[in-house]
Protein backbone atom coordinates (compact mmCIF):
# COMPACT_ATOMS: atom_id res chain seq x y z
CA UNK A 1 0.00 0.00 0.00
CA UNK A 2 2.89 2.27 0.45
CA UNK A 3 4.00 1.65 -3.02
CA UNK A 4 0.76 2.96 -4.43
CA UNK A 5 0.43 5.49 -2.25
CA UNK A 6 4.03 7.32 -2.73
CA UNK A 7 2.97 6.53 -6.59
CA UNK A 8 -0.44 8.35 -6.40
CA UNK A 9 1.06 11.40 -4.46
CA UNK A 10 3.62 11.53 -6.99
CA UNK A 11 1.56 11.65 -9.94
CA UNK A 12 -0.63 13.94 -8.40
CA UNK A 13 2.43 16.50 -7.75
CA UNK A 14 3.41 15.65 -11.04
CA UNK A 15 0.01 16.69 -12.73
CA UNK A 16 0.25 20.25 -12.42
CA UNK A 17 3.83 20.64 -13.76
CA UNK A 18 2.86 17.87 -16.76
CA UNK A 19 -0.44 19.51 -17.57
CA UNK A 20 1.62 23.54 -17.62
CA UNK A 21 4.60 21.88 -19.34
CA UNK A 22 2.24 20.48 -22.42
CA UNK A 23 0.71 24.08 -22.31
CA UNK A 24 3.87 25.46 -23.10
CA UNK A 25 5.17 23.20 -25.61
CA UNK A 26 1.13 24.13 -27.35
CA UNK A 27 1.79 27.77 -27.15
CA UNK A 28 5.95 27.40 -28.67
CA UNK A 29 4.19 24.69 -31.41
CA UNK A 30 1.77 27.47 -32.59
CA UNK A 31 4.24 30.41 -32.34
CA UNK A 32 6.21 28.21 -34.85
CA UNK A 33 4.28 26.42 -37.09
CA UNK A 34 1.08 28.67 -36.76
CA UNK A 35 -0.46 30.68 -39.26
CA UNK A 36 0.95 33.81 -38.22
CA UNK A 37 4.50 31.80 -37.35
CA UNK A 38 7.69 31.37 -37.99
CA UNK A 39 7.18 29.41 -41.30
CA UNK A 40 4.20 31.52 -42.54
CA UNK A 41 7.19 34.58 -42.49
CA UNK A 42 8.17 33.07 -45.33
CA UNK A 43 4.89 32.93 -47.25
CA UNK A 44 4.47 36.19 -46.40
CA UNK A 45 7.56 37.70 -47.98
CA UNK A 46 6.78 35.84 -51.26
CA UNK A 47 3.29 36.93 -50.92
CA UNK A 48 4.72 40.61 -50.96
CA UNK A 49 6.91 40.38 -54.02
CA UNK A 50 4.01 38.61 -55.90
CA UNK A 51 1.71 41.46 -55.14
CA UNK A 52 4.84 44.09 -56.16
CA UNK A 53 4.83 42.66 -59.57
CA UNK A 54 1.32 42.76 -60.20
CA UNK A 55 1.21 46.60 -58.62
CA UNK A 56 3.75 47.62 -60.72
CA UNK A 57 2.19 45.86 -63.70
CA UNK A 58 -1.09 47.32 -62.60
CA UNK A 59 0.54 50.74 -62.57
CA UNK A 60 2.03 50.45 -65.81
CA UNK A 61 -1.60 50.00 -67.00
CA UNK A 62 -3.06 52.82 -64.97
CA UNK A 63 -0.21 54.92 -66.96
CA UNK A 64 -1.46 53.54 -70.49
CA UNK A 65 -4.80 54.49 -69.51
CA UNK A 66 -3.43 57.87 -68.24
CA UNK A 67 -2.15 58.87 -71.50
CA UNK A 68 -4.87 57.88 -73.11
CA UNK A 69 -7.15 59.84 -71.48
CA UNK A 70 -5.11 62.82 -71.93
CA UNK A 71 -4.79 62.43 -75.84
CA UNK A 72 -8.64 61.99 -75.73
CA UNK A 73 -9.40 65.80 -73.89
CA UNK A 74 -11.66 67.82 -75.22
CA UNK A 75 -9.20 71.04 -75.17
CA UNK A 76 -6.28 69.19 -76.85
CA UNK A 77 -7.20 65.95 -79.07
CA UNK A 78 -4.84 64.06 -80.95
CA UNK A 79 -6.47 63.86 -83.97
CA UNK A 80 -5.02 60.78 -85.22
CA UNK A 81 -6.43 59.19 -81.78
CA UNK A 82 -9.45 60.51 -82.38
CA UNK A 83 -9.72 59.14 -85.76
CA UNK A 84 -8.82 55.85 -84.53
CA UNK A 85 -11.16 55.55 -82.16
CA UNK A 86 -14.08 57.29 -83.99
CA UNK A 87 -13.85 55.04 -87.08
CA UNK A 88 -13.61 52.32 -84.99
CA UNK A 89 -16.55 52.36 -82.57
CA UNK A 90 -18.54 53.91 -85.62
CA UNK A 91 -17.48 50.83 -87.42
CA UNK A 92 -16.55 52.82 -90.95
CA UNK A 93 -13.22 51.58 -91.56
CA UNK A 94 -12.63 49.99 -94.51
CA UNK A 95 -11.59 46.16 -94.59
CA UNK A 96 -8.45 46.97 -96.84
CA UNK A 97 -7.91 49.49 -93.72
CA UNK A 98 -5.72 48.70 -91.01
CA UNK A 99 -5.28 50.63 -87.90
CA UNK A 100 -1.45 50.79 -86.32
CA UNK A 101 -0.73 51.28 -82.53
CA UNK A 102 2.12 53.23 -82.59
CA UNK A 103 4.22 53.71 -79.09
CA UNK A 104 3.49 57.02 -77.24
CA UNK A 105 6.37 59.52 -77.24
CA UNK A 106 8.04 59.68 -73.74
CA UNK A 107 6.58 62.95 -72.08
Do not use: C
Not at 6 to 31: N, T, W
Not at 79 to 90: N, S
Request: glycine residues 6%; without cysteine.
Amino acid sequence: MTQRHKFRKSMSRAFGPAIALIAVLAMIGYIILGPTGLYAWGDYSQSVEKKRVILSELTKKQNELQNRVNLLDRRRVDPDLADEYVRGKLGVMHPDEIAIPMEPEAE
